[in-house]
Nanobody, 122 residues
Framework: QVELVESGGGLVQAGGSLRLSCTASGTIGSINAMGWYRQAPGKQRDLVATITSVTSGSSTNYADSVNGRFTISRDNAKNTVYLQMNGLKPEDTAVYYC?????????????WGQGTQVTVSS
């Protein structure tokens, strides 16, 4: 059983900043990647940013819409991933979900957090 606990969402004015955190706990196995996705009302869940494991070079990937404004990072010792969001825009308003891609006895498993609301006012 793996649990992802997110924090850091909230209400902010356009141009402001927020920092999201997500900590994974439980019997994780080996982590391939961690990341953030978001879902606005009436829309599909979209990738925001991902970061691979240290053994894969800790490479990052960003959605075009957030590239240059958001930064993803990891604390491997704490199994925690962060998303620093600067220059927030009203269109960034969504529920943000933490994502964990891992392996357990050769099986690829995907886990999701419960989501944290980010609201950006104009």
């Amino acid at each position: 059983q793996v649990e992802l606990v997110e924090s850091g969402g909230g209400l902010v004015q356009a141009g402001g900043s927020l920092r999201l955190s997500c900590t994974a706990s439980g019997t994780i196995g080996s982590i391939n990647a961690m990341g953030w996705y978001r879902q606005a009302p009436g829309k599909q869940r979209d990738l925001v940013a991902t970061i691979t494991s240290v053994t894969s070079g800790s490479s990052t990937n960003y959605a075009d819409s957030v590239n240059g404004r958001f930064t993803i990072s990891r604390d491997n010792a704490k199994n925690t991933v962060y998303l620093q969001m600067n220059g927030l825009k009203p269109e960034d308003t969504a529920v943000y979900y933490c994502n964990l891609e891992r392996r357990w006895f050769g099986r690829r498993i995907t886990d999701w957090g419960q989501g944290t609301q980010v609201t950006v006012s104009s």
